[in-house]
């Protein structure tokens, strides 16, 4: 567990250098004299900069349904979490029970303020951005901010919004809507090609070449986006690498996806995936070796003032290659 402990005294001596504006402040986060809240966050008068115990939050990411043509396996995303990048803070816990939600947009916490201000409340007691319509002022909320980090101090305080921020109520984090776009690009496994291919032999020890055919979800890039209100994440997914397991106990990886092969290429071995058999398939059901694929994706994810990698992987439909061994006829 991360612990990120303030600058007490100095930012408390600093607080009380300023100015103060009931619009611009947060209400303090701190207990009755100064001790310890239960939500693990303790706060000098006026400094919302303290102890912060980052815990687990946010929900589990889901893997993807099955796609025609491509099996998905494993959603590699795992819990969704929040962040801090001022002054190196790091990951923080996406509810703090004193501060509210956590917003990825400006990195700070929003609470609702309870109770509403009333109808003809005094200006000051909607905070900023809040419109000067009263009935304008009805249809948002009153909320209070507050930013954690060394001289983020005056960032908070009584905020007016129209809808919740992002991540209000468990609201989906920058990852779980990468997930969702992920979802949305329907990857696929390889749509295996081979030389030799359907209805034709290959020989024991000569070259065979292994192929993806080529298209956005088999191999990318493929871009998407996923948005919740106040925040878009955009995911572009590409192809690291493809494991072909050949069915005679043997894999073959490939980084690349593979030369498709061509009559003008003769018994030449394959620049960058391909594999030699040592024994005939005649021993296999139908005759014949078969085929599977796992393609490993990495989709590079940014939004909400963040970014990260998410690892996920799709099985291809098999296929089925038959080997069959050379025979020497003596003349007479």
Known sequence: MLSLRGRGVLLAAAAAAVPLHLGLL?????AEGGGKPSGGVTCPELVPDC?????GGGGQGKPDKPRPGGKPSGGGGGSAKCYIEWDNIGEVPCHDEDM???NPVGQCYWELLEPQPAKDAADWEWGTAAPDS???????????????????????GSTWSLNPPPGFGGGPTPEELAQEAIKKMRLL????????GAGKTGLVGMPV??????????????TDSASAPGITVTATATVKKIEYVMGDGGSEV??????????RFGGRTSPDCGYRYTKTSASQPDNAFTVKATTTWVVHWAGGGQEGDITTTREAEPAQITIGEAQAVAKP
């Open 26 to 30: 947060a209400a303090p986060a701190s």
């Open 254 to 263: 490939c980084t690349t996806a593979g030369t498709p092969y061509e009559k």
């Open 209 to 222: 070449w292994i192929w993806n055919n080529k298209t956005p979800r088999t191999w990318g890039p493929v």
């Open 134 to 156: 009263g009935a304008e002022r009805a249809k948002g909320k009153v909320y209070n901010v507050t930013c954690p980090g060394a001289g983020r101090e005056l960032m908070g």
């Open 189 to 196: 496994g390889a749509d295996i090609r081979t030389a030799p």
């Open 100 to 102: 509210g939600w956590f």
């Open 51 to 55: 102890d912060i115990n980052a815990g």
